[in-house]
């Protein structure tokens, strides 16, 4: 019982550094990537559908991603899809590609910026102290059920205590490298 719930513990905290990542990388810094357009969806004949299930997405230099659709009749769609996906983005049609250029971050953006990631941090930070405590309290409830003693209670509270400090530390890490690559001008 211990080493199941340690290990489902474990596993549920790096889900939420996994998520944390994927929330990280959806926050932009000057540099185009194509990952920045993932979660836009576009209007495809009625069906909210991913923007890279309807077109090409590549790099087409440093700080601008083209979409290219595979049907002609989607050029305008994916255009406004991206324009109202609240990314700050000014998209262009040039012939049958959609440009989509990245303006440059002011100070003051960037400040905005690393307030939100602080705060994708700390939701991270929360969710793993949550797992922390809904360990804590399955322990609890097997040491009143008699199933473990109050001995392996303590040592396995102390494991999971460990294991919530480095999945702090790792978000944290997360965080700290964000924050530097926002703050680069």
């Known amino acids: 019982m211990i080493p199941e719930l340690k290990k489902n513990t474990e596993q549920k905290m ?16 000057g540099r185009a990537h194509t990952g920045l357009l993932d979660h836009v969806m576009v209007d495809y004949y009625g069906t909210p559908t991913a923007i890279n299930q309807v077109a090409n997405v590549t790099l087409l230099d440093a700080r601008t991603i083209g979409v290219q659709p595979w049907e002609k009749p989607m050029i305008a769609k994916v255009e406004k899809a991206i324009r109202d996906a609240d990314l700050g983005l000014n998209p262009s049609t040039m012939g049958d590609i959609v440009r989509v250029p990245m303006p440059m971050l002011t100070e003051e953006r960037r400040k905005d910026l690393i307030k939100v990631v602080r705060s994708e941090a700390e939701d991270a930070r929360i969710a793993i102290r949550n797992l922390r405590r809904d360990a804590n309290h399955s322990l609890k409830e ?14 396995t509270q102390d494991d999971v ?11 944290d890490k997360m965080l700290a490298l964000k924050e530097q690559e926002l703050l680069q001008v």
């Open 161 to 171: 205590q460990k294991l919530t400090d480095r999945y702090i530390a790792e978000a």
């Open 142 to 155: 097997a040491v009143k059920a008699k199933e473990i003693s109050e001995d392996d209670d303590r040592r």
């Open 14 to 29: 790096q889900k939420s550094l996994e998520a944390l990542k994927n929330d990280l990388g959806k926050v932009r810094t």
